[in-house]
């Protein structure tokens, strides 16, 4: 089993900050990668952000471009955990935000695996 949970949303007034967490534990033989999904009311659930695991100390992070320059996506190789950083936070944000994790359960067989997703609210 592995599970994966999401905290850290809640209400955010326009131009503010909030930052998600995410960790992951259970049977992980090995992480590919971690990324943030977002899903609108009546949108396709999108890419937020993902870094890569094990690469470098950054992990070659990669962005949507609506999130350029005010997100930073962060890991913590140790905690198997991942960081979403949001500033400047705008309306159009508001969305359900879901951690995903790729890698492997066991040495032959890969692993997808997503959280529950957790609620970012940008409002007045």
């Known amino acids: 089993q592995v599970q994966v949970v999401e905290s850290g949303g809640g209400l955010v007034q326009p131009g503010g900050s909030l930052r998600l967490s995410c960790a992951a534990s259970?049977?992980?033989?090995?992480?590919?990668?971690m990324a943030w999904f977002r899903q609108a009311p009546g949108k396709d659930r999108e890419l937020v952000a993902r870094?890569?695991?094990?690469?470098?100390?950054?992990?070659?992070?990669e962005y949507a471009d609506s999130v350029k320059g005010r997100f930073t996506i962060s890991r913590d190789d140790a905690k198997n955990t991942v960081h979403l950083q949001m500033s400047g936070l705008k309306p159009e944000d508001a969305a359900v935000y879901y951690c995903?994790?790729?890698?492997?359960?066991?040495?032959?067989?890969?692993?997808?695996?997503w959280g529950q997703g957790t609620q970012v609210t940008v409002s007045t």
């Open positions: 870094v890569l695991w094990s690469v470098g100390s950054t992990g070659s992070p």
């Open positions: 259970g049977s992980i033989f090995s992480i590919v990668h």
């Open positions: 995903s994790l790729r890698g492997c359960r066991t040495r032959f067989e890969t692993l997808d695996s």
